[in-house]
């Protein structure tokens, strides 16, 4: 890849991981709309670790008290059991997503990642996460979240293993599905992302230590950062964006960017 093409990417993982627009779809893109070259597994593990290094840093008060209750939790001892609960909640959110991606991986890496499986979820799930913004209630709050909330979240989280579905997208429509608050839904979906991140991150780590090859060490720290700095910056404006603008921009831009992929795809 060029300097201008790791710089773009990195800059893409960073602010569309947290968006409800798809990453993985604005990855996939620009090799097949700009001819450019696959940016490579050690590239893309890397922008991942900025973009985890982000939400962990953003909320590392919340994971805090999170792994101190769930400790005591676990030991017997007093704890608060709104953190501890929340803790559970995510872990079990997670497993869904955990056991679609082991065993259907290799589907999505051949038969999904096309313009057009792309240009349908983008629009598809732009529309239910227009209708959810709309018709859904949202009248609880985080602490409200109960262990069944969480199994239906992380069943709409493994359906966002499909490019363009978008995980931020899917899990935050789930979430106002289920009567949560825009604010909260969102920093339900960000926390959601650690453990998600950190085990795709793993196994991506593993495949590259198995197959090592050269690769731009300046570059790799490089994308690094700037995957850092993008997505925690896009972390700040969303939470103070989306109680005011709710989510029909992203709505929008779903939209006619399913509309354009189409074009693409049809001409």
Not at 11 to 38: R, V
Request: charged share 10%; proline share 3%; glycine share 6%.
């Amino acid at each position: 890849m060029t300097v201008t093409q790791w710089i773009v990417l990195a800059i893409i993982q960073g602010i569309t991981e947290f968006l409800p627009i798809s990453s993985s779809a604005h990855l996939i893109l620009p090799s097949h709309l700009f001819d450019w070259p696959d940016q490579g597994l050690a590239f893309d593990v890397a922008v991942h670790v900025g973009s985890l290094f982000a939400v962990i840093i953003y909320f590392r008060q919340v994971i805090g008290q999170i792994v101190v209750n769930c400790l005591k939790a676990i030991g017997q001892r007093e704890h608060d059991r709104g953190s501890a609960n929340l803790g559970w909640i995510v872990a079990i959110a997670t497993i869904p997503a955990v056991i679609v991606g082991f065993f259907a991986e290799s589907l999505i890496e051949n038969h999904l990642r096309s313009i057009l499986v792309i240009a349908i979820t983008t629009t598809v799930f732009g529309i239910v996460l227009w209708w959810a913004d709309v018709k859904a209630k949202q009248t609880r709050a985080l602490s409200d979240l109960t262990l069944k909330d969480a199994l239906l979240v992380g069943l709409a989280q493994a359906v966002a293993l499909i490019p363009g579905t978008s995980r931020s997208g899917i899990t935050m429509t789930a979430g106002l599905m289920l009567g949560i608050n825009k604010v909260d839904t969102a920093k339900f979906s960000f926390l959601l992302s650690i453990p998600l991140i950190l085990a795709a991150g793993s196994l991506k780590s593993i495949e590259l230590i198995q197959t090592p090859s050269a690769f731009d060490l300046p570059a790799i720290l490089f994308g690094t950062t700037l995957s850092f700095i993008s997505a925690f910056a896009c972390i700040v404006v969303f939470l103070k964006w989306i109680e005011r603008a709710g989510f029909l921009p992203f709505v929008i831009y779903r939209l006619l960017l399913g509309a354009y992929l189409f074009f693409v795809y049809f001409w």
